[in-house]
RNA sequence: GGCGAGGUAGCUCAGUUGGUUAGAGCGCCGGAUUCAUAACCCGGAGGUCAGGAGUUCAAAUCUCCUUCUCGCUACCA
């Protein structure tokens, strides 16, 4: 393993279309900003690097619905997003944003380097087109009829009731958002990157931690799903992966043949923390090529799950290809955090969100990191539940931490009005408390350099009570009455506890350490007899129930008068104009039969009153076949056909679906003639 | 369907290369105490380690099967 004389730590730029929630901070940033702090804390030299991405259709489409720019709209959510961070203690050396001249520079100056390198392939294909505003549509701005659970209103690259990633092209009943209109298929050249090229030395990258022979990081120190995930990718074989867009809004292709075009987001946002680094540099006096291409760097990417792929594969490939960068020595992911039992939803407004916590709880931010590091989904997706986090505050942070200062304070300045008594000889109580707490600061320094943060923090509570016992076992309250002198030491013992804690508490809860700090005015690790301390205060205060039941009140008010808490929203009005487009009938099944490719689709043919026709529907896991033949259904009619896994369908049977998604068909609930309309 | 990660006490989670009686914190019950924010401290109850089969002197740990959860991926209503 390389010997760092630096540390570069990324962490995942948030999309700036939307606030930051606390899955957010719990997978990514909070985990990050102790990792620094503590890095920071030994003395190592850091750049601390983040920024908002804000490219995008998702954005210029929002900025047409709300007839403002793309610009408004990221200016607007940069602001929260960044101002949510500092309020929360995440400390970046530079939060930095991806519409900033410097990074269109870095980005097209780096996209040019590859492609003078021959390092992407040119391909044509089809795309939508907009005729009657003249320009390709990007997969965002065509939305349509979802192939996946046919909720409408599906975006081209994804379905945000169902959450599926799509092609623009898989979708039913396509309509260009800028005018409504059916787009047409038309061919549009774009650049991409070969990753099927890189395979080998991905594979013994990520299994050896070795490339080109030489030993870069230790594939054990890596979290198991992230090679696993990666390996996964690799073993099904890597596709080429498009770069670039027909969109007007992002890093413009700087070479021939790219106008009207950018640099699509697995591209351009990963180059976002070069580029941010560049301006830090610039800012600070450094040289940026230091935390890039120095192989004795160490390069740290903080994400989500959802990123595996993107910064254990894409981006080393586009580093490597590049030539003089380093990759990862380690790319720390965390799973899920989910929320009261459910997973977060953004669209269901399922969330907590930070800049409303702040407002909440206000100079509470050490609170919510204590919980959210306690329940980290270091491994495993975890769970924030309110009640938890009063209890984890009240039991913890007030009742042993907070509690155990206060009372070594309080009795510093009842016995020695706020001076640090001179200890006298150490019995073996004492030396055993002193030796603990050194031994437990490794401890935590070990699991820190681990990414184990939720068991540094464990180890950090666990100094804290070994202060109560030591002041339970020893009462000096007692004791005062009849050996003075002995509750010196014991006294002096429980300061250099306190002492301790303001610097091990310090990566997690930075803002109680301070205050901390300050009490004990004192700024050092050593803590000297004679030294005047401050006056007692609390570092923490109980949560009461109402603020908690509030909390709780707040998230289920949007789903508490649903008698279905899970169903979808509903869909934007239409006309009755809309609804007479749409042609649905009653349909007898004539023959079924399992699709012989596919495991979910059933090949049907039925009797519409007007033809015979066939249908291929998704429904393999809920009806056989044999016993379908002869039921009555409901079919939409004039769906544009399709070929379904090479079976061409013509029209859609209608089906009900409940919340664990068993499908149900809609039959008319007397035999009715074929042919008749729905309606 | 394929692949990956998981399933350990009521809750949140640890369990190194298989090795005595499976751990921690919280919650619960009991005790002790009063310096401290009814806090702290001590003790106790509570687990067929998802289920089954196998390898072994020995399995939470290794192998296989089943099952459930999450993610990626693929044909999808």
Known sequence: MKEAKRYTITAALPYANGPLHLGHIAGCYLPADIYVRYLKGKGEDVAFICGSDEHGAAITLRAKKENTTPQHIVDTNHEIIKNAFHDFGIQFDIYHRTSSK???????????????????????????????????????????????????????????????????????NPKSTLSGKTPVLKETSHWYLPMNKHEEWLKEWIETGKLNGVQQHDPNEWRKQVIGQCKSWIDNGLQPRSITRDLDWGVQVPVEGGEGKVL???????????????????????????????????????IGKDNIVFHGIIFP??????????????????????????????????????????????????????????????????????????????????????????????????????????????????????????????????????????????????????????????????????????????????????????????????????????????????????????????????????????????????????SNPK?????DEITFDDFTKIDIRTATILTAEKHPDADKLLKLTVDTGIDVRTVVSGIAEHYNPEDIIGKQVSILMNLAPRKIRGIESKGMILMAENNEGELSFVSPEKAMANGGEIR
């Open 264 to 302: 699509y987001v697995w591209f351009d946002a990963p180059i976002g923390y070069i580029s941010a680094t560049k301006q830090w540099a610039a800012d600070n006096n450094k040289n940026w090529e230091d935390y890039w291409k120095n192989d004795k760097t160490e390069l740290i990417h903080f």
């Open 102 to 172: 410097l990074h269109h520079e870095t980005a097209s100056q780096f996209f040019k380097d590859l492609n003078d390198k021959g390092s992407f392939i040119q391909e044509t294909s089809e795309q939508f087109y907009d005729q009657e505003h003249e320009q390709f549509l990007a997969d965002r701005y065509v939305t349509g009829t979802c192939p996946k659970c046919s909720s409408e209103g599906a975006y081209g690259d994804q379905c945000e009731k169902c959450g599926s990633s799509l092609n623009a092209t898989d979708l039913i």
């Open 567 to 571: 169903a979808k929203p509903m869909k």
């Open 317 to 562: 490939i586009i580093l490597k290809e590049q030539g003089d960068y380093i990759l990862p020595t380690n790319v720390p992911a965390n799973e899920f955090l989910n929320l009261e039992g459910d997973k977060i939803s953004t669209s269901r407004n399922w969330a907590v969100w930070l800049h409303e916590y702040l407002e909440d709880f206000s100079g509470r931010q050490d609170e919510l990191r204590y919980v959210l590091t306690s329940i980290a989904p270091e491994t495993k997706d975890s769970e924030f539940t309110w009640k938890d986090y009063q209890a984890r505050v009240n039991n913890e942070l007030v009742a042993i931490l907070g509690n155990f200062i206060n009372r070594s304070v309080v009795l510093t300045h009842k016995y020695y009005n706020g001076i640090v008594p001179e200890p006298g000889q150490l019995n073996e109580v004492d030396q055993t408390a002193l030796t603990i707490i050194e031994t437990t600061k490794s401890k935590i320094d070990k699991s820190l350099s681990e990414f184990k943060f939720r068991d540094a923090q464990v180890q950090a509570m666990d100094i804290a009570r070994l202060g109560n016992k030591y002041l339970a076992d020893l009462e000096p309250w007692k004791l005062i009455k009849t050996d003075e002198e002995r509750v010196k030491t014991i006294m002096n013992i429980a300061l250099q506890i306190s002492n301790a804690l303001s610097f091990v508490f310090d990566p997690f809860l930075p803002k109680t350490c301070n205050k901390l700090r300050s009490i004990l005015n004192n700024n050092s690790l050593e803590l000297k007899a004679g030294h005047q301390i401050n006056a007692a205060e609390l570092l923490f205060q109980k949560i009461e129930d109402e603020a908690i039941d509030a909390q709780i009140e707040k998230l289920k008010a949007t789903t508490v008068k649903q």
